[in-house]
């Protein structure tokens, strides 16, 4: 398939730029994996689509403050996204400025914090810094990395909106976005009607958010992202299946770690890098249902789930959304797929 087969037209009024008030607040767009059929619900209604043998597995990565705003010492606004943080003092990051800056090039983040260029890794630079240790200095001066869409400054709020309720393993740059919609009433509720859950671990980076550059999908190289999966989530999804529930990734990125972990066949723990790309005609191996957000035009995301229920299906789906005005994107409503 092409990327422009992944095209639609969005109106820009349904591109979420707030939290609701209420995480659990969204709309929730029921789609049956098999017919295709589809109904409208809202969120609180998703636990009524589940089944008492089902296991639900969330990705408890969490998000941080990954945005810094800094000055060259030769002159020059800066801003840095972190990528990937490699010890206390060193990470790798995208670095925006009117001229991408040279090697040993200082740069001021405030009057306590500096870091130098060390090196250039393609579009990503390798950064030292100064002052602090990396994580107390984005404590104190890191701001959420919004998505691009959302077109304001982050806020308090999204200190803790921007972040699921059990976040755990510091490392995003981006939420785990169908996890939002979760408080801890209802992740109470869940379990006291029985419903095993489980937790896996991708650190979301920012390339979730770079656009397929290529027409050709096989073309296409997928950026990477840190997994893990533990013996007790495979232990978990054994025994579902044995008792014959359903394996439910909440959200892409669960799927993308389930699957990463299945790549030799099976579900085995493990964890790394992964660049798994997942594309109409793939064949998934450990995930029956998905719960996830309605997701950008010509994006990987989008390639996923239509990978999992059909392109026509979703695309027809994703029309229905915004003709009964769904809100969109990181800050929006959700969708159900399952059987």
């Known amino acids: 398939m092409k990327k422009s087969h992944f095209a639609y037209q969005l109106p820009d009024e349904l591109i979420a730029q707030i939290p609701l008030s209420d995480r659990t607040a969204s709309r929730l767009l029921l789609m049956n994996k098999t017919t295709g059929q589809l109904q409208d619900k809202q969120f609180a209604d998703f636990i009524d689509a589940l089944n008492e043998n089902d296991l639900l597995v969330f990705n408890n990565t969490k998000v941080i403050p990954a ?40 740069i001021d983040l405030d009057t306590d914090y500096y870091c130098e260029v060390l090196a250039r ?39 803790i909106r921007y972040q699921t309720v059990f976040a755990k393993e510091t490392g995003a740059v981006a939420a785990p976005t169908a996890g939002l ?55 978990a999804v054994f025994k579902t ?37 997942i594309t109409p005609g793939y064949r998934f191996k450990s995930v029956d249902a998905v719960l996830t957000n309605f997701h950008l035009p010509e994006s990987t995301l989008l390639m996923l789930v239509s990978a999992f229920a059909g392109y026509e299906p979703v695309m027809h789906a994703y029309q229905h959304a915004i003709e009964q005005s769904y809100r969109f994107f990181s800050y929006g409503d959700a969708m159900f797929i399952a059987d």
């Open 67 to 106: 945005r810094l705003f800094g000055k060259k010492r030769t002159g020059g606004r800066v801003e840095i996204l972190i990528e990937r943080i490699i010890d206390d003092n060193k990470a790798i990051a995208h670095v925006r400025a009117s001229k991408s800056p040279k090697l040993n090039t200082l």
């Open 241 to 277: 299946r044995a008792r014959g529930g359903r394996v439910v990734a909440i959200g892409t990125t669960a799927v993308r770690a389930l699957e990463s972990a299945s790549r030799q066949g099976t579900l085995t723990a493990g964890f790394g890098d992964t660049d798994l790309f």
């Open 121 to 159: 890794h393609d579009d990503l630079f390798e950064l030292q810094f100064y002052g602090a240790p990396l994580s107390a200095l984005l404590e104190q001066i890191g701001h959420i990395p919004l998505p691009p869409y959302i077109k304001r400054a982050d806020d308090a709020a999204d200190l």
């Open 181 to 235: 919609h979760f408080d801890l009433p209802t992740l109470a509720k869940i379990k006291h009607n029985g419903i095993q859950t489980a937790f896996v671990t991708l650190h979301v980076g920012s390339g979730t958010f770079q656009p397929v550059r290529v027409e050709n999908l096989s073309e296409h190289i997928m950026h990477k992202e840190y997994f893990a999966v533990s013996q007790e989530v495979v232990d």
